[in-house]
């Protein structure tokens, strides 16, 4: 049985395993992002990571199917680059491909690190093998990616998938990091949540220990939040109900438009857990066609830190079968 290498590389860690065929992970380690001179020697450090586990492992080329990369940045699948992955160093385009194929005589695939999670909970997380399947990432910002049919879609130039900047905020109060303003992320990520507690905290004038904290100029977090809203916090409870309530919004816009069996929701937020799904899927569910409604789960993402590494590998077996 040959295997496959899956890597997830982020700003501060890079996660490689050992992949089976089916989607089991045989061996897994990580290395630090060695982000100095501009991120140069990183995929030099993974690549002699891979050659490392290969000795200590007694294992060889010939044992592979291939190696998959999830990737921050915007990732041309075709060229096998990325650019623009900032946290890493690399503003310049990284020819990722080239450097990994001159290395491993194996076939190389790389995706954006939000496609390549989405891929992962598909084939083994929370989209239970199911072909049509979406996955909201909540964190900093909001993170997206879309299977379609079994394959992942990465649209012209591989930038599909970037959900976090769906219009929904129509008052348009917070300005994004793209430099628009009323995106999802502004209001739906764990930057969002905290834009809303100060907005809504500002008319509030009852007592609320997350008003106290805005008030006393002291940072708050969306897991304050979540856990104040649990307690029975009304100022959090109206500023979750905003976030489900945009979150929902994104959900049905996407589910109309693409009709997915599960949309699964990950990501640092989705820590919250059956508490915060219940709330996005009653908002989801009130603007989606019946039809459509009827068949679609709305899940928490299963996989964790596993999600980029298997989708990685996964990656490879839909590129030696498609080529």
């Known amino acids: 049985m040959k295997k496959i290498i899956g890597i997830d590389l982020g700003g501060t860690s890079v996660k490689i ?52 990369m999830g990737s921050p940045g915007k990732v ?9 992955a900032y946290n890493l160093g690399w ?8 450097v990994f194929e001159n290395i491993f005589p194996l076939p190389f695939f790389i995706g954006n690190d939000a496609n390549v999670a989405a891929l992962g909970e598909q084939w083994r997380g929370a989209g239970k093998g199911e072909r049509d399947v979406v996955m909201f990432t909540l964190g900093t910002g909001v993170g997206g990616g879309i299977v379609a049919n079994g394959q992942l879609v990465t649209g012209f130039g591989g930038a599909a998938g970037e959900i976090g900047h769906l219009k929904v905020d129509t008052e348009q109060r917070f300005t994004c990091t793209c430099g628009g303003k009323g995106c999802l992320e ?4 764990a930057t969002g ?14 007592v609320s220990s997350i008003k106290k904290a805005v008030d006393d100029g002291n940072d708050i ?15 959090a409870n109206t500023i979750v109900d905003q976030f489900a309530g945009y979150l929902g919004l994104a959900l049905s816009h996407v589910a109309n438009t693409l ?26 569910y ?10 679609c789960q709305i899940s928490l993402a299963e996989l964790g830190n596993d999600a980029g590494v298997i989708g990685a590998s996964k990656l490879v077996l839909l590129g030696v079968k498609n080529n």
């Open 91 to 98: 503003s310049r385009l990284q020819q990722i491909g080239k």
């Open 193 to 206: 949540i905290v834009n809303l507690a100060r907005y809504f905290s500002k008319e509030y004038e009852d």
């Open 186 to 189: 502004t209001v739906a990520s």
């Open 17 to 68: 395993a050992i992949i089976s065929p089916s989607g089991d992970i045989l061996e897994k380690w990580s290395i630090p992002t060695n982000g100095l001179d501009n991120g140069n020697n990183i995929v030099f450090d993974i690549i002699h990571s891979i050659q490392e586990h290969f000795e200590l492992l007694q294992l060889s080329e010939k044992d592979f199917l291939g190696i998959g």
């Open 286 to 295: 009130e603007n989606i066609f019946p039809q459509i409604r009827d068949r």
């Open 76 to 84: 041309n699948p075709v060229e096998k680059t990325v650019v623009g």
């Open 221 to 235: 977090t969306s897991k304050e939040i979540f856990n104040s809203a649990q307690k029975g916090d009304v100022l």
């Open 259 to 284: 009709s997915p069996s599960h949309i699964v929701i990950g990501g640092g937020v989705s820590a919250a857990g059956e508490f915060l799904r219940q709330k996005i899927a009653e908002k989801t």
